[in-house]
């Protein structure tokens, strides 16, 4: 007699933002950074995992909005793939690219009788061969549900949103090449990151959820150069840290009063704090509390120059 084997429902995949990367840790052979995701934030990424839908994600550049897709992967242990986008891209080529021009090289070497093998002949009958599988057509492909970042999505054409509705809605596309029907095997989890450079088709909207990343709190700042910066051989003291947020703070909020268009990020205090780490401590909060130091690794611009450090 054959016993019946139960299965038990798995548990729903969920986002704490607690699960962080071990220092120097890399993925993919990429070095993994600490995310640490607000409470309001961490329910949109949940809110999107459950109703799989695509999270899109506003903020100022270098506030995180990349870095998120790369800490829900891991966290979930879940595969990746990164889309970005260029103004180029076409909303094709995160499905599939078929390669025309491949197929008609062999096929003329093949009327040339320069072709011999059995299998080139059988590459050139099969128009599937020619087909390469982009970001999204990878991931509808993967029986694990699979992280997928379209990354500045407003760098693309303004059809480009719109030419994905029906692959975003429905998880499935069809190769016109080969008329192969490709329908997810388990519904990624698509976060989707804008600039704010242009506005998306309201039909493209209705079929997000949305969510602003917000620039960190001071405390929230501190909280993630102690994150990224502690290692069991050294810890950065309370003070640096303290004393250089707090000038990093002040010189976004003279950028902010003078109408900066881009104000330094996160990113760029992160390499800042670098930096600085690479010096003496008692030298660094010297110059700290002088003339701000090492000025290319934050601004970017020569207006920015001449506007804040001439005071």
């Known amino acids: ?167 975003l809605d429905e998880l499935r596309f069809t190769v016109e090449e080969t008329r192969q029907e490709i329908q997810a095997k388990a519904p990624p989890i698509i976060f989707i990151t804008s600039n704010d450079e242009k506005d998306l088709p309201d039909a493209f909207l209705r079929r997000c959820l949305f969510h602003y990343v917000k620039f960190p709190e001071p405390e929230r700042l501190k909280s993630i150069i102690h994150a990224i910066f502690s290692n069991p051989e050294s810890e950065p003291s309370s003070v640096l840290v303290e004393t250089a947020v707090e000038r990093f703070q002040q010189l976004r909020e003279e950028m902010d009063r003078g109408g900066a268009r881009k104000k330094v990020s996160t990113s760029e205090l992160i390499d800042w704090f670098k930096v600085l780490r690479r010096h003496p401590e008692d030298e660094v909060l010297a110059q700290l509390n002088g003339k701000l130091p090492f000025v290319s690794v934050l601004l970017k611009s020569w207006d920015d120059h001449r506007r804040y450090l001439s005071k």
């Open 1 to 167: 007699m054959v016993e019946a084997v139960i299965k038990e429902p798995q548990k729903p995949l969920e986002y704490t933002g607690e699960v962080q990367p071990k220092p120097g840790e890399r993925r993919n052979g990429r070095l993994l950074y600490p995310y640490l995701p607000d409470k309001d934030l961490i329910e949109a990424v949940n809110l999107a995992i459950f109703l799989e839908r695509p999270l899109l994600l506003k903020g100022e550049p270098g506030c995180g909005k990349t870095q998120l897709a790369h800490a829900v992967a891991y966290e979930l242990n879940l595969p990746f793939e990164n889309w970005c986008v260029k103004s180029t891209s076409r909303a094709r080529d995160g499905l599939y690219i078929y390669d025309t021009v491949s197929r008609l090289r062999d096929a003329q070497l093949a009327a040339a009788g320069r072709l011999i093998k059995d299998n080139d002949i059988e590459r050139i009958n099969n128009a599937a061969s020619y087909v390469q599988w982009g970001p999204l057509g990878r991931a509808f492909q993967k029986d694990k549900r699979t992280v997928v970042l379209i990354d500045e999505i407003d760098k693309a054409d303004i059809d480009f949103p719109n030419d994905l509705l029906q692959e």
